[in-house]
């Protein structure tokens, strides 16, 4: 089947770390995107890539970095300059056309700081 | 329609009730709007979508209307039950090369048995 897989599910940080998300599909889907969403509120972009190598910070970038080397990749790196990083994390793809389904999302890591 | 970190309003209803969540939407050149659910720890899902060229689109047992004069949305949901309570978004774009949806900020469904 065809989808799209974040890892891991559950995610623990100490204060000055960094740690990566992964988010992978298989859906041949050339653009990648990566939410926040914090308890009771909808959903906030932090960056997304349109195409392999390209990518554009979103709403609010600061303290996160991206990569994409692969079509299939786009992992989310939340650094030690994130002060707040407690949050639901959300990774879409979708085609370039949106019609047919928009986003396709993955089942989320909730990253906790300890 | 940016969701900027506001807090959800809710709508509850009771079971077998039909619900209608609304949503305006903010750019006049949108033409193409969707409706996602989102169930408590999982990512948002699918439910319907609707292009500027119609006002009216039937899924099973929900609606989309969309009021292009007012930039208005709204999803109903026919009968509904314990299985639709969720936070629902919508979501508008335009379909033209390649452009970003935009989320509204979601409306929690609660229904009561």
């Known amino acids: 089947d065809g989808g799209i897989t974040q890892s891991p599910k559950y995610l623990f940080r100490k204060e000055g770390q960094n740690v990566t998300l992964s988010c992978e599909q298989n859906?041949?889907?050339?653009?990648m995107y990566w939410y926040r969403q914090d308890p009771g509120q909808g959903l906030r972009l932090i960056y997304y890539?349109?195409?392999?190598?390209?990518?554009q910070k979103g709403d609010i970038a600061e303290g996160y970095s991206v990569s994409r080397e692969k079509k299939e990749s786009f992992p989310l790196t939340v650094t030690s300059a994130q002060k707040n990083p407690t949050a639901f994390y959300l990774c879409?793809?979708?085609?370039?056309?949106?019609?047919?389904?928009?986003?396709?999302f993955g089942s989320g890591t909730r990253l906790t700081v300890v | 329609g940016e969701s900027v970190g506001l807090h959800l309003p809710t709508l509850s209803v009771q079971e077998g009730d039909n619900s209608i969540i609304n949503c305006a939407y903010s750019?006049?050149?949108?033409?193409?709007f969707i409706w996602y659910k989102q169930e408590s720890g999982k990512g948002p899902q699918f439910i319907i979508d609707?292009?500027?060229?119609?006002d009216k689109r039937q899924g099973q047992r929900v609606t989309v209307l969309l009021n292009k004069t007012v930039k208005h949305l709204s999803l109903q949901i026919a009968a509904t039950q314990p299985g639709d309570s969720a936070v629902y978004f919508c979501?508008?774009?335009?379909?033209?090369?390649?452009?970003?949806?935009?989320f509204g900020t979601g409306t929690r469904l609660l229904v009561s048995p």
């Open positions: 859906l041949n889907h050339d653009a």
């Open positions: 890539s349109q195409i392999v190598n390209d990518f």
């Open positions: 979501a508008e774009a335009r379909d033209t090369g390649f452009q970003k949806l935009v």
């Open positions: 879409a793809s979708s085609r370039r056309q949106l019609s047919n389904y928009g986003y396709t």
């Open positions: 609707i292009r500027s060229n119609m």
């Open positions: 750019n006049s050149a949108s033409d193409y």
